[in-house]
Every structure is written in C-alpha cells, then in structure tokens.
C-alpha cells in the first residue's frame, strides 16, 4: 500500500459526459501528478501540482482539468468525453516536487476508466 | 531529462539474481537514475535511485557505472511475483525542476519457475 488513495477504482461513463476522478495523497506529501495509461500509448504525464499551484504541465488535452485543494487532495476533470479517453488513470504524490527539490514519487492504484 | 535505452523483454529464472540495464548516455552530472516497476496495470512502484554511488535497499541494488552512461538494477534472488515492467528514468532533482517522471516503454521482465 503506498498511501496514495485514489476514488472511483473504476468507472463506465458514455461519451460526452464528464467525470472527476480524486486523488488523496500521501500524509505530508506536497506534490500531485497526474498520469494516464492507455493501452498504446504507454504512461503519459498530464499534470502536477504543488501545495496548491501547477508546477509542471504535460500532454494534457484541453478538455481535461485539474486541481489541488487547501488539504492537498487532487481532482482531474475530464469532461466531452470520447472512446480515445479510456485509460488507466493514475495520480501519484511526493514530498518534493516543488522548490526544495525532488524525492520519489508513490503511486495509488490507479482509476480504470472505460469510455462506450 | 535525458533519454534512456531499456532492452523490451528479459527472462529469468526464479531464485537466480536479476540484471537489468539501462542505457543513459546523455545523462548529465545532475540527472538522478531512477527505477520502478508496474505489475500487471497497478500504480507504478518506487524501487531505488541513486546519483553516481551505488545504492542498495531491501527490494533491489542499484549500479551506476564510474562514467554514469549505464546502469544496472540487480533483484537478488528473483521470484514469480518480480514478473513486471520495469523503468530507468533519469531526472534532474533540483530545485528549479519539477519532480515529473517521463516514461519510457520499459522492461518487461519475465520471471519463471
């Protein structure tokens, strides 16, 4: 268990709806990042944040959002859904992360979200 | 972040030491070497990473050649439940850097009885 929570485990939505997925971080953790795996596409960095601020963006498409809160859980909002956006979708947390400098990331199990 | 070069598939035998390599020949004197591993669609696992010396812990050692442009990652006595893909990531770690992980397509180490 890496203390990394992550809420639904899976989720069956039809395209052009909207989901948010939720991440609780580690206890004391910082930083939230944001993941998604696809079949093809192997894993993929979408977004980071850091007590609260983005810190680093990846290929996140535009119909994708997210947030960090006061206490630090993250929600990543995927909304006009298409079939292309099944995925694994993973957060994962760390001490670091922002400007004191880096330290490993722990990974929750994942949001397995399927798109018909 | 510099590229690393992981060979796709390996095997190995239950109980008998596990040698993975990476290839990081671009890596620069602050890029840290990083490995976890994803079993089966679970969260990718933090194992090990270390900087120039080597490192070791309760699930595995890590070797870093002398010029940094390799490394190594070493599960002493291998079992059926090592079987997983595993990553060589390299990563800056400072302060002005985020603490992002690029993915590469990684190991996939096949562990048999």
């Known amino acids: 268990d890496s203390g990394v929570t992550q809420t639904p485990k899976h989720l069956i939505t039809a395209t052009g709806q909207r989901v948010t997925l939720r991440c609780s971080p580690r206890s004391g953790d910082l930083s939230v990042y944001w993941y998604q795996q696809s079949l093809d596409q192997g894993l993929q960095f979408l977004i980071q944040?850091?007590?609260?601020?983005?810190?680093a963006k990846g290929n996140i498409l535009e119909r994708f959002s997210a947030q960090q809160f006061p206490d630090l859980h993250s929600e990543l909002n995927l909304s006009s859904l298409e079939l292309g956006d099944s995925a694994l979708y993973f957060c994962?947390?760390?001490?670091?992360?922002?400007?004191?400098?880096?330290?490993?990331?722990?990974f929750g199990q994942g949001t397995r979200l399927t798109v018909v | 972040d510099a590229k690393t070069t992981q060979p796709p598939s390996m095997d190995c035998a239950e109980g008998r030491a596990a040698n993975l390599p990476c290839n990081h020949s671009?890596?620069?004197?602050?890029?840290?070497v990083y490995w976890y591993r994803q079993i089966h669609s679970q969260g990718p696992q933090y194992i090990i990473h270390g900087l120039k010396n080597n490192e070791t812990n309760e699930m595995a050692s890590l070797i870093i050649t002398e010029d940094r442009k390799s490394s190594t990652l070493i599960l002493p006595h291998a079992t059926l439940r090592d079987t997983a893909v595993y990553y060589c990531?390299?990563?800056?770690?400072?302060?002005?850097?985020?603490?992002?992980?690029?993915f590469g397509q990684g190991t996939t180490l096949q562990v048999k009885p």
């Open positions: 944040y850091y007590n609260g601020e983005e810190r």
């Open positions: 994962a947390s760390s001490v670091g992360g922002g400007p004191a400098g880096n330290t490993e990331a722990f």
């Open positions: 990531i390299v990563r800056v770690d400072g302060s002005s850097n985020t603490g992002k992980l690029i």
């Open positions: 671009t890596i620069s004197g602050n890029e840290y």
